[in-house]
């Protein structure tokens, strides 16, 4: 039987621990770059480890990082909070999964994982030319990275995303969200197309993550359908589903002298395999143009396309 969204956020709340333990980075995977962006200069990408950090550059997120490795990125973690020095040098700040505590099934998770000084620091260094890749995935992940994102408009639903209309049939899951462009839910923009034809980006499956809303002249990539529901986190008796029609759960802006893009799911930028089956999920789909998709974001950001 097909798993509703209110079973699969369920399941996701009991289970968090357990697939934690589970989930790591594909060791196989390895896509090759034909065509690098960066090959004498190196802008440094500096991934954020300092803030309970479900995804690390040595851990879930090292697919995420050895791939922008290939396209001339250089990579660093972050260790420690954000203040101006920490940010001086940096073309791209990563942050993805921060966490209110270690323990994503503690209550605590929840709580901001970030001070208000640290969300003032990183948005007026956005604000003059810095760029950032927000990625906050369902519960705890949305509550704790949500002082952030309203530096930049951005509200988070906090809770589960699934859209029983056009769902991964494979995976059994309403939460693994199909956009592609035969749906329309994958927009035609610069990140979609990419520097050329060859890197235009035609499907994507996103792997179980909240809803995002942008503000005014921010632009929508990612847009979910009207068929799509957000679930809210709690007790069974507590839980609520609610209409997620127009929202997304990618978002591109523009802000100041710099670009933010906000997504609401984490896994398509991994590859990760989870559970004694292995179960791929996130990059190393063959069935998806996720792998394009993290080059393009990582290019807009950089401003060699939109």
Not at 120 to 129: E, F, Q, Y
Not at 188 to 210: K, L, Y
Not at 227 to 247: F, H, I, Y
Request: charged share 20%; hydrophobic share 40%; with cysteine.
């Amino acid at each position: 039987m097909k798993r509703t969204l209110l079973h699969c956020s369920f399941l996701m709340v009991m289970l968090c621990a357990v697939s934690a333990a589970q989930q790591v980075a594909d060791p196989d995977f390895a896509p090759k770059v034909e065509h690098p962006a960066f090959t004498s200069s190196h802008p440094l990408v500096l991934i954020d480890e300092a803030h309970n950090n479900f995804h690390t550059s040595t851990g879930r997120y090292k697919p995420f990082a050895d791939l922008i490795v290939r396209d001339g990125y250089q990579v660093a973690p972050n260790k420690n909070k954000f203040n101006k020095e920490s940010l001086k040098g940096v073309s791209i700040l990563v942050i993805s999964n921060a966490l209110g505590a270690s323990m994503m099934g503690s209550p605590e998770a929840s709580n901001p994982a970030f001070s208000d000084e640290e969300c003032d620091v990183i948005r007026d260094w956005v604000n003059s030319g810095g760029r950032l890749l927000l990625i906050a995935d369902h519960a705890p992940m949305g509550a704790a990275a949500e002082r952030l994102s309203l530096r930049f408009g951005v509200d988070m639903s906090k809770g589960y995303t699934g859209d029983p209309n056009n769902y991964d049939v494979a995976s059994d899951n309403e939460g693994f969200i199909k956009y592609n462009r035969e749906n329309k839910l994958l927009v035609d923009c610069a990140i979609t197309r990419g520097r050329n034809p060859g890197e235009q980006v035609s499907r994507v499956i996103a792997f179980t993550g909240q809803s995002l809303k942008g503000p005014a002249g921010s632009e929508a990539f990612l847009k979910l359908s009207d068929s799509a529901v957000d679930v809210t986190p709690g007790p069974s008796s507590e839980r609520k589903q609610n209409s997620a029609a127009g929202r997304a759960q990618g978002i591109a802006l523009k802000v100041g002298q710099g670009r933010v893009i906000v997504l609401g799911e984490a896994a398509m930028l991994s590859a990760q395999i989870v559970g004694p089956d292995k179960v791929k999920f996130g990059m190393n789909r063959s069935d998806t143009d996720n792998v394009q998709l993290a080059l393009n974001i990582m290019h807009w950001l950089s401003g060699l396309i939109g």
